[in-house]
């Protein structure tokens, strides 16, 4: 349970960390200027982007919310998926493309990991929703008793003689 815990925390800074590594990867390894222009246009805001909406979409499940940790298949996805994108700020000769490749390839497939487990999770939920407010509003009409005039009590102040 305290990895599940972990890796929903991880979820936001990662968001942070996992551009600014690549940035930092780059300056680390010695590339050229041309893939700095790919780190700074293309990798960051790709990285930076797929792991908000990665993190919005798993945050949004109820038993998410509810446990405050993610569930196995869930780690299983964001623990691949980060270490792909780690490995490819290493910038390996001969490693890059297939580490890239398959980094892009794991974060379509959480992508849809979790959407899969949204849609499983809201399934059923709409019809309960519903039902219940149709029951609610027929049953509140039902239950107005028919109109009559309301108790009035008049209090005076001063009685007037006649």
Known sequence: MWLRQAFFR???PAAFLLPLWLFVGWAIFGQSAWSLLWVL?????AVFGG???LTLLTRSRPSVRAERALSWWDVAGFAVWHALTIAVGLFLDGGFGWLLTGAIVTAVALFWLQLWQLWNEARGT???VRETVSWSASSRADRREPSREPDVVIIEERRTRR
Request: glycine share 8%; proline share 7%; no cysteine.
């Open 126 to 128: 709409g019809l309960r």
């Open 41 to 45: 246009l293309m990798a960051m805001p």
């Open 51 to 53: 792991q908000l909406v």
């Open 10 to 12: 991880w979820l936001l």
